[in-house]
């Protein structure tokens, strides 16, 4: 059987006037299925929105190229889809959580007329019945007194219920998958522990497929049933939430589990990653991680490892996976 | 006290209720002037849609052994050369001039909108067209070329002068549509609304339009006096409108021929200040909405 979303290998590079394309992806693989979370984990830069970006299919133009694989959805490529029929999945079947709701809101329109504006083009409605439906949808996504804020525009919004108002507009078609761009990033902590919570709520009620980006291991462990860890454009490993942070088999997962504050540390310097993510354009050759990587030998330095499943439902790229996984046992 | 309370929570509801607060705007009248460019523009205006407030005499009702006589009781601005009542002239001329500055201005901007927004948005093809044709208009030495064509035309009327002035203005206004367009297209709540699904041509006209359209009004209402301007500067090369239609122009085009003005130097006065006053009201208006509308800009 497949999954709802499958990602296949897939590449995608930018580019810009005269210099050498810039590969952003590499080689990305995973899926999803309905029911499920998935947490896309990594630094800045390795990759995590862009991903996102190009399953909704909102990368600049010209500017991106996917370069190599297939995003299937439903069975259907996305990436083949001729451009009105991918309109019609692009929010009413996949909808996307942006990171910050100010900025992914129209300032000059009410919020109302924003969500209500999905119900139009999609459904076709009315304009009195899309504004109620969009009032409900408000009502649902828990906006006190929905009603008489619905004339409201983004900026009177704290950025809580912003974050709720762009919930509401993903949700307002009952989409199949929700992709959230690190929804809670912008949020400080209570209302971001709210906001998860109306996440996760809302995708168990309706049986979605949520994958969710986030930086946050604390979040990603609460929500996800699976992860995908990113380092560089590439997927560094796969699997289990729970299986993995007991016993990560990639030497960055290892590194960013690492370095969660917890009581072990109380009073010492908390352990970090040596070293910076390296600049996309210019990788180092073999493992993207060998410079800050303790367990780096010359093949490591020369030959790109690739995403091996090693047990029934995990995978990882890296040469030296079961070294770290029993030295994860022993350190544990 | 159930009902205060209940009154209280009404009167916020309506607050809440009416949506943006328009206090940038409304801020606009606390500026004096920009209460006197208002003025001058709606008195202007009344002129040109009811000369009958302002003036009882008929303007063609000449009597030459008036000729060149100052003020006189009933007659503020005296009589031209014709000893026609030249504030009745005045009157009557608003409106013509105001005709050229304000159809001038929004042709331009309907064209700008259209093409600046079509070029902004989807860029390629389209915008290299629109862009090159832009390029072309605006490497023509404007002065002259419009003389060149104005020349042309046997009977010239306010549309043939809005035509010439809108033929050389829009390029300008369209590549700041262009690049307003330009900046507005990659934001974030464009791409969402692209990733909710909505078609291109939705986004432009309601997402991308009206975020992008703020710079365009300024230099339209700007331009307002520019257009008003330009129809007194032909009328004084011989190339605009010519008697025995009424404008501004004309008149300040008669004062300086024959050297008019050294014998009677308020017949060029009274419609030069007309023309100066109400093409500075355009300006001023025009700088005070870019204030008002760019919260960036305002101090």
Redesign the interface.
Known sequence: MTALLDVQNLSLEFRSGGRPPIPALEDVSFTLDRGETLAVLGESGSGKSITAKAIMGILPKPASRVTAGRIMFDGEDLLSLPPSRLRKVQGARIAMVFQDALSALNPVQTVSTQIAELYRVHRGMPKRQAMAAAIDMMRAVRIPDAANRANDYPFQFSGGMRQRIMIAMALALDPDVLIADEPTTALDATVQAQILELLSEITQERRMALLMITHDLGVAGQLADRALVMYAGRVAESGPIGTMFDRPAHPYTRGLLGSIPSAAHRGADLPTIPGLPPDIALRPPGCSFNPRCGFATDECRSLVPLLEPFDARRAAACHHKEEVLADAAVGA | MPESTTTLIAVR?MR??R??PRSGLRSLWKSPFFDIAALIIVVVTLMSLFPGLFTSIDPRDCNLSMSRVGPQPGHPMGFDIQGCDYWSNIVHGARTSLEVGVYTAVLSFVIALVAGSLAGYF??ITDSIISWTSNVILGIPVGIASLVILYQFRSRTVWTIVFVLVLFSWAATMRYMRSSVMQVR????I?????????PW?ILR??VI??AVTPLIVMTTLSVGAGMAAEAGFSILGVGLRLPAFSWGIQIALASQDGNWQIAPLLMFFPALMLGLTTLAFVVLGESLRDALDPKARR
């Not at chain 2, 990659?186 to 709540?189: K, S, V």
């Not at chain 2, 791409?191 to 909505?198: D, I, Y």
Request: glycine residues 28%; aromatic residues 4%; hydrophobic residues 25%.
């Open positions: 509801g809440m209720r949506g943006r860029g390629g990659n934001l974030e709540y791409q969402a609304a692209r990733g909710l699904g909505v078609g939705r309601t997402h009206p975020n």
